[in-house]
Nanobody
Framework: QVQLVETGGGSVQAGGSLQLSCVAS???????MGWFRQAPGKEREGVAGIRLPPGGWTDYADSVTGRFTISRDSGKNTLYLQMNSLIPEDTAVYYC??????????????????WGQGTQVTVSS
């Protein structure tokens, strides 16, 4: 079975950068992976998704396009989220997800099978 562990969260000032990592075990190279975030009182929001070739794809929420980059190192069994130009609205718990998820539905949390425990990202102004 799949186990996901996120690291790299922390507190930064607006305009700063963070890189989140998700170490995965038990997942297939055919699985999709993604990042979601959830702020208090809000629904869990899709941030970015990725699937390696063959059949590879990446996608991003409009709110992070141009600022965040998702990548995956299959050799290290690790998923990354590079976050640049952070703004206070990015403050949330960030979750790593995995599953056999269709590209057109990656942003829907119910489409994913496995989740990490989350890591807190706080951006101050």
């Amino acid at each position: 079975q799949v186990q996901l562990v996120e690291t790299g969260g922390g507190s930064v000032q607006a305009g700063g950068s963070l890189q989140l990592s998700c170490v995965a075990s038990g997942y297939s190279s055919g699985d999709s992976m993604g990042w979601f975030r959830q702020a208090p009182g809000k629904e869990r929001e899709g941030v970015a998704g990725i699937r390696l070739p063959p059949g590879g794809w990446t996608d991003y929420a409009d709110s992070v396009t141009g600022r965040f980059t998702i990548s995956r190192d299959s050799g290290k069994n690790t998923l990354y989220l590079q976050m640049n130009s952070l703004i206070p609205e990015d403050t949330a718990v960030y979750y790593c997800a995995a599953g056999r998820t269709y590209r057109r539905k990656w942003y829907q949390p119910d489409e994913w099978n496995y989740w990490g425990q989350g890591t807190q990202v706080t951006v101050s102004s």
